[in-house]
């Protein structure tokens, strides 16, 4: 079952400002990136999702659940991290977290042991007992991951969890990120306006610009499908391009350098047999890797930034 399911979703604020629009994608399991630059509506789908907002339009299905008619359902088995400040300074860590718990429906003693365990996973043990408005911004970024995680969701929503942390912390929050996904298997759609900071953790990623879609795809058939063989003989490249073409594959030729699509693995065994028939010499082969950041680079100008 899907993760997030939309068909022809919109969003008007006051009939005025469309922030999502005829918005149809699919995400399986996995850790998601939703990425688009500021205002493209990544926070609207979120709180679509969550039900804290209602669509002017078509429809989201969360875990197979309509986040409006199915709220409760869909709230235990979610959790949020917000974008913006909203953690109690006065309150101690520990406390803050224990309230959530209870607020998601555990029992008082269960409620304290799940705060305690998972202040513990994301690295705030030792600082539990501290009242929040005397932490860092990344420790309150951790806060705000933990109270999301202490009822132990299937999904995690992360609106921007890198938000005002230096590159150290960014890396570090990326990683705890990671580690959800993969040491405790829970799902997580993760936002950011920063595609290159993101694709590392993720197995999928949906792009968005002006709250259309733009882009849906795993990582692996980003990447795969789009790695390239780059070759460069001494001569009669031309020869080599017109052969290996009329074998079916996708070359691409600039003087003694050609470009032939990666689709499977045999692709080299013919490249080098076609050589050898052909009598020529090799000067260079070598596998082009392409980075999804790449695959962004045809969108329009500032769709989203890599
Ligand atoms: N409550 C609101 N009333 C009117 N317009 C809104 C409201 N909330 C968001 N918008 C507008 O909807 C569009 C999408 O905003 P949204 O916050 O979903 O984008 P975003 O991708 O999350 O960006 P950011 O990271 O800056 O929050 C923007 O044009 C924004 O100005």
Do not use: F, K, Q, W
């Given at each position: 079952m899907p993760l997030i399911e939309t068909t022809a979703l919109e969003k008007r604020y006051d009939n005025r400002?469309?922030?999502?629009?005829d918005l149809t994608f699919a995400i399986e399991p996995g850790v998601v990136g939703l990425v688009g630059v500021n205002g493209a509506g990544k926070s609207t789908l979120i709180k679509l999702a969550l039900g804290l907002l209602e669509p002017t339009g078509g429809q989201v299905r969360v875990l197979g659940l309509d986040p409006i008619a199915d709220g409760d359902r869909v709230r235990a088995r979610v959790g949020y991290m917000p974008?913006?400040?909203?953690?109690?300074?006065?309150?101690i860590a520990a406390e803050f977290v224990t309230h959530m718990a209870r607020v998601s429906g555990l029992p008082k003693a269960m409620a304290r042991e799940r705060a305690s365990e998972t202040l513990r996973h994301v690295g705030l043990y030792e600082e539990?007992?501290?009242?929040?408005?005397?932490?860092?911004t990344g420790m309150k970024q951790r806060v705000k991951l933990a109270q999301a995680l202490v009822h132990d969701p299937e999904l995690l929503l992360l609106d921007e969890?890198?938000?005002?942390?230096?590159p150290a912390g960014r890396r570090a929050m990326l990683d705890l990120v990671h580690r959800i996904g993969t040491d405790f298997g829970i799902s997580v759609v993760v936002c950011s306006h920063l595609l290159g900071e993101i694709e590392r953790i993720c197995t999928s990623l949906v792009a968005i610009d002006a709250g259309r879609l733009l882009r849906s795809a795993t990582l692996d058939s980003m990447t795969q499908a789009r790695d390239m063989l780059m070759l460069e003989i001494d001569e009669n490249a031309e020869a080599l391009s017109a052969a290996l073409t009329q074998q079916g594959l996708e070359v691409r030729a600039d003087k003694r350098v050609l470009l032939v699509r990666?689709?499977?693995?045999d692709v080299y065994d013919r490249i080098r047999d076609t050589i050898a028939d052909l009598d020529l010499s090799l000067h260079r082969l070598e596998r082009q890797r392409h980075q999804v950041a790449d695959l962004f680079r045809d969108l329009p100008e500032g769709a989203v930034h890599v």
């Open positions: 400002v469309t922030a999502l629009a974008e913006h400040d909203c953690l109690p300074p006065d309150m539990r007992y501290r009242r929040i408005g005397g932490y860092s969890p890198t938000n005002g942390l230096d990666m689709d499977d693995e």
